[in-house]
């Protein structure tokens, strides 16, 4: 088992309401993910985070915004939530080797955040 | 345009068959491919990698090959049990940006029925 942990496992929110998906691993990595997933479709990056205050943002454009203020925690925050947002959101972490190419690095998921916006 | 494909889209077996999946992948230049098996409403979990130079690898009931000339990858599962129902992702990484690019399969949904 992974040593990485979300909460809520649920979120049920109407529009306009601010939200903050938690995201903390106890394994010392310093690679932070967050991947956006709906059903029967492909995982799609929307930020990532080589380390602390270090933030990028991934291949799907979001509104959402994150912060890696110490190494195992990497929140995201959704400013002002719309139905559009509904999704499934997992973050992940892996160990930072160099930032070169790195060719097994392996991902570890936690259960993941399901967010549904009424 | 890189992309992972995999087929089928679903798939049910009954418990004790054995099954493969495929994933074909345009992704170049070539790092690794990793299979990974996804229960129902839980995160991904790594099953196995395979590196350019691997064809076979085994991971328990699990065998992966890996034919670099074709790019397609196979999942053969042996001997399917009911805990073996989940979704298996294929995620190929590229080594063109010094980020490892990691390209996700939709996956294929398995079903095992007693």
């Known amino acids: 088992e992974a040593d990485i942990y979300q909460t809520p496992r649920y979120l049920v929110i109407g529009t306009g309401k601010k939200i903050t998906l938690e995201c903390s691993q106890t394994?010392?990595?310093?690679?932070m993910y967050w991947y956006q997933q709906d059903p029967g479709m492909e995982l799609h990056l929307i930020h990532y985070s080589y380390g602390v205050n270090s933030t990028e943002k991934g291949d799907l454009s979001s509104e959402s915004t994150v912060s890696r203020i110490r190494t195992e925690h990497f929140p995201l925050t959704l400013e002002s939530a719309r139905p559009s947002h509904t999704s499934q959101y997992l973050c992940?972490?892996?160990?930072?080797?160099?930032?070169?190419?790195?060719?097994?690095?392996?991902?570890?998921f936690g259960s993941g955040t399901q967010l549904s916006v009424l | 345009k890189n992309q992972v494909e995999q087929s089928p889209q679903s798939l049910i077996i009954l418990e004790g068959k054995n099954c493969t999946l495929q994933c074909n992948y345009t992704v170049s230049p070539f790092s690794n491919l990793r299979w990974y098996k996804q229960d129902t409403g839980r995160g991904p979990v790594s099953l196995t990698i395979?590196?350019?130079?691997?064809n076979t690898k085994s991971n328990g009931r699990y065998t992966a090959t890996l034919d670099a000339d074709t790019k397609q990858s196979s999942l053969h599962i042996t001997a399917s049990q009911l805990s073996d129902s989940a979704s298996y992702i294929c995620?190929?990484?590229?080594?063109?940006?010094?980020?490892?690019?990691?390209?996700f399969g939709r996956g294929t949904q398995l079903t095992v029925w007693p």
């Open positions: 395979m590196t350019f130079s691997e």
């Open positions: 394994m010392g990595h310093d690679k």
């Open positions: 995620v190929v990484s590229d080594r063109g940006s010094t980020l490892g690019r990691l390209y």
């Open positions: 992940a972490s892996s160990p930072l080797r160099d930032r070169g190419p790195s060719t097994n690095e392996k991902l570890f």
